[in-house]
């Protein structure tokens, strides 16, 4: 996946396009993330005998696709690409050939 966890992204397709947040949580089997403050979805929870029912707004997963990662310094989203250095693998930034890691 070209996105991590803390990452800035922007989303660029859907009811939230436009709209940037960070990376709470990556679900790379699904291919999915969480972006604070943006998706966000209605869960209601029923009343027990301890605890009353309320309604919670969260946020709900987008799918990696929909996303692109914010450069801060450019500020503008950015493809990523990706780059061998001393045999580790490192992810940089098309736009301006950068080292994002």
Not at 3 to 12: L, M, R, Y
Not at 25 to 49: A, C, F, R, S
Not at 66 to 93: C, D, F, H, I, Q
């Amino acid at each position: 996946m070209h996105i991590k966890k803390d990452d800035t992204v922007v989303i660029i397709s859907g009811k939230d396009k436009g709209k940037k947040g960070k990376i709470l949580k990556v679900y790379p089997k699904d291919e999915k993330v969480i972006v604070e403050g943006l998706n966000i979805q209605t869960k209601h929870k029923k009343q027990t005998k301890k605890v009353a029912s309320e309604i919670k707004h969260q946020e709900g997963p987008v799918h990696v696709s929909n996303v692109m990662l914010w450069e801060t310094k450019e500020k503008a989203p950015t493809r990523v690409g990706y780059t061998l250095e001393n045999g580790v693998k490192k992810r940089v930034s098309k736009k301006t050939g950068q080292v994002l890691d």
